[in-house]
Nanobody
Framework: QVQLVQSGGGSVQAGGSLTLSCRAS????????MAWFRQAPGKEREGVAA????????YYADSVKGRFTISLDNAQNMVYLQINSLKPEDTAMYYC??????????????????WGQGTQVTVSS
């Protein structure tokens, strides 16, 4: 089993930036891919970014391309999400996840077995 502990998040004004962090522990050797998802009130959970741990291949949702950057520090078992040019519609609870999805489903939540506790991002206009 893998444990994921998130940090970061908070309240920012539109146009600002945030970095979310997630530390993995436990059976980290089993992690093939780490990802970030978000869920806004009344909406379904959405995969926004994923990164495969062996080659660093990344995937992004169209809604965040060019603004979000996912990165890994394999030595520290950390995954980061750098969020720039924040918009009010980015307001959501953000979750990190670990699993072994096939690349076609890297942004689908059913490919992930382990989840962080969530961190709130609120963007004001």
């Amino acid at each position: 089993q893998v444990q994921l502990v998130q940090s970061g998040g908070g309240s920012v004004q539109a146009g600002g930036s945030l970095t979310l962090s997630c530390r993995a522990s436990g059976y980290t050797y089993s992690i093939a891919c780490m990802a970030w998802f978000r869920q806004a009130p009344g909406k379904e959970r959405e995969g926004v970014a994923a990164i495969y741990t062996n080659r660093g291949i990344t995937y992004y949702a169209d809604s965040v391309k060019g603004r979000f950057t996912i990165s890994l520090d394999n030595a520290q078992n950390m995954v980061y999400l750098q969020i720039n040019s924040l918009k009010p519609e980015d307001t959501a609870m953000y979750y990190c996840a670990a699993g072994a999805p096939s690349p076609n489903w890297a942004l689908a939540d059913y490919g992930y077995d382990d989840w962080g506790q969530g961190t709130q991002v609120t963007v004001s206009s």
